[in-house]
Structures are given as structure tokens and as C-alpha cells.
T-cell receptor, first 109, second 116 residues
């Protein structure tokens, strides 16, 4: 299956600080998706990026797809305790979805 | 969107036994998947459940260990056979829903399996 790495694996931030997670692939991706999984919950779809260099925003979340379509990032501005969870990138190959290794975010009040 | 339910939500089983997990969707969907997620880990795709034909398994997963049924477009089952403690994990059912240029994946609440 598709290999997608994420860094960092864990991140602890003070509430109000920014947070970024990166997703990297060795191959060119047709698209990339981002999911959030709250502790004890199941993954929830956030967004899909398709175009080279694409940037999308959802309130305090900014998603970017690299120019070469091999990497992506999720940036959260001014984190809140509600942002706690694990953020996964995922690749949709058309028939299957392959998930990255995930970044676990802890927000310290 | 799609609403997915799974049964059971959790179970504790003895090694050597089998458990069948059910996944029910509130609408007809073409794409249905089964994942395994061990605590603190990412999701690993087990197989794609195909309606009317045999499931498509990912590398490392075989039909004898994880038989899957997909009798219609709203229901699937995953059986974990001859269980060992290494099978302790959360098993998640998901469906893919196409909307314009985006294929969104919706997940069920998961089944937490503990094998003693």
C-alpha cells in the first residue's frame, strides 16, 4: 500500500500557540485528505486537496498541498483545547484510502 | 453524508474463538472498508468489502483469518477468526461517499476487541 509519513509523531503546545503537522510521500499524490480523531473517537473527515500548491482554510486551520504534490501540511493558529486529538493525512488512490502515521496533539490549558 | 453503526461496540474474547463484527450504513454505498487500529497507532486497511464478490485484501491480511461478507450495499460483516491476543485492537468500518470531486470517508464508531 501507499506509504505516507507524518511528522511530528507527538506535539504538546500551550493553549494559544500554533501547531503544524507535515505529511510526506515518496511518490506524487493525486490528492490528499486530512482527518481528525478525538481521543476515544473515530476519524472525521476535514478536507481534501487536489491541486498542486492548493491552500484551503477552515477557520483557524490552514491546509496546504505541496507544489510537487508529494507533501502536505496542516497548520492550526492559536490552538484551543478543543483541537486535542490525532490528525491524520490520507491518500485516496481511487479504490482505497491509506492513512499516514498521524500526529497526536496535546493542548495544555 | 453517511451514518454508520457497528455491533458490538466492544467485546472480550478467549483465544481460539471467532468474533463477527457487523457494519450497517443508513444509505447505499459502493465503497466499504475495514480497518484495524491498535492503541496510539494509525489505521491499517484490512480489506475492501465488495458487494457481490470476494473482498479485496491488503498485504498481510488473508481471507481465512478475516472473512468478510457484503450481501448488499448497506451491510457488511468482518470476522476475526481463531483469535490470539495480537488481534486485540479497534476494528473500524468505513464507507466512501463521492461528492463532486471529493471522495469523503465516513467511519463507524469502531469495535474494541480484547483477546485474552
Amino acid at each position: 500500500g501507499q506509504q505516507v509519513m507524518q511528522i511530528p509523531q507527538y506535539q504538546h503546545v500551550q493553549e494559544g500557540e500554533d501547531f503544524t503537522t507535515y505529511c510526506n510521500s515518496s511518490t506524487t499524490l493525486s490528492n490528499i485528505q486530512w482527518y481528525k480523531q478525538r481521543p476515544g473517537g473515530h476519524p472525521v473527515f476535514l478536507i481534501q486537496l487536489v491541486k498542486s500548491g492548493e491552500v484551503k482554510k477552515q477557520k483557524r486551520l490552514t491546509f496546504q498541498f505541496g507544489e510537487a504534490k508529494k507533501n502536505s501540511s496542516l497548520h492550526i493558529t492559536a490552538t484551543q483545547t478543543t483541537d486535542v486529538g490525532t490528525y491524520f493525512c490520507a491518500v485516496n488512490t481511487g479504490n482505497q484510502f491509506y492513512f499516514g502515521t498521524g500526529t497526536s496533539l496535546t493542548v495544555i490549558p | 453524508s453517511a451514518v454508520i453503526s457497528q455491533k458490538p461496540s466492544r467485546d472480550i474474547c478467549q483465544r481460539g474463538t471467532s468474533l463477527t463484527i457487523q457494519c450497517q450504513v443508513d444509505s447505499q454505498v459502493t465503497m466499504m472498508f475495514w480497518y484495524r487500529q491498535q492503541p496510539g497507532q494509525s489505521l491499517t486497511l484490512i480489506a475492501t468489502a465488495n458487494q457481490g464478490s470476494e473482498a479485496t485484501y491488503e498485504s498481510g491480511f488473508v481471507i481465512d483469518k478475516f472473512p468478510i461478507s457484503r450481501p448488499n450495499l448497506t451491510f457488511s460483516t468482518l470476522t476475526v477468526s481463531n483469535m490470539s491476543p495480537e488481534d486485540s485492537s479497534i476494528y473500524l468500518c468505513s464507507v466512501g461517499v463521492a461528492g463532486g470531486s471529493t471522495d469523503t470517508q465516513y467511519f463507524g464508531p469502531g469495535t474494541r476487541l480484547t483477546v485474552l
